[in-house]
């Protein structure tokens, strides 16, 4: 006979181990691609950086189909309990990782049309080539090269936003925050 006590199952209190690879693989992508896009502008025309210029682009493309998958994961798969905190706290969090998501999709997106707009194309890891988002047009590529920029920027401060929460909850609150997205035992 089952009792009322056996049948009680506690609330989950860890990411599962697919979001936790998904989320550290993209936040390492993430940071690799705003880095060597950081870099690369600043290079004089050179074979270098035609090459990072493609590394970039093919960061861009992974972490698009990563972050798609990490979104239809999350539909899908409850994730834990919110932590205990004031409301603010929780729907700054809640607006945060929304917009984080927003910018996963927005940025490379944008450096897809930015490539097409100037007419160069997207060959994923120089194997898959895909299709042009927009027309080759300069003033066109113009924009959305700044556009691009601009949505990598504001992606940089959600990530720093969310890194600053992190610290905050393991060195004020200290409630286990980050255990929720390390694997291992928790």
């Known amino acids: 006979m089952t009792t009322a006590r056996s049948s009680f199952k506690p ?22 691609a705003f880095g060597v896009g950081l870099y690369m502008t600043d290079l004089p025309f050179s074979p270098m950086r035609l090459k990072l210029y493609n590394w970039h682009k093919w960061a861009g493309v992974t972490i698009l189909a990563l972050s798609a998958l990490r979104l239809l994961w999350r539909l899908t798969h409850r994730p834990p309990a ?15 990782h929304g917009l984080l998501y927003l910018a996963f999709f927005a940025v490379p997106i944008s450096g897809w049309a930015y490539s097409s707009a100037a007419g160069f194309p997207v060959v994923w890891f120089g194997v898959l ?39 905050k909850h393991m060195v004020l609150d200290r409630d286990g925050l980050l255990q929720r997205m390390l694997p291992g035992r928790g």
């Not at 919110?82 to 607006?95: I, K, N, S």
């Not at 299709?131 to 959600?158: C, Q, R």
């Open 11 to 32: 609330a989950k209190i860890r990411y599962d181990g697919f979001a936790m690879l998904l989320h550290w693989v993209l936040a390492a992508g993430i940071i690799g």
């Open 82 to 96: 919110d932590l205990p905190m004031p409301a603010w706290q929780a729907r700054a969090a809640h607006l945060v």
């Open 129 to 167: 080539p895909l299709p042009n988002l927009v027309s080759p047009d300069k003033a066109l590529a113009h924009t959305l090269k700044e556009v691009h920029e601009l949505l990598a920027y504001g992606l940089a401060a959600l990530v720093l936003a969310h890194l600053g929460a992190v610290v």
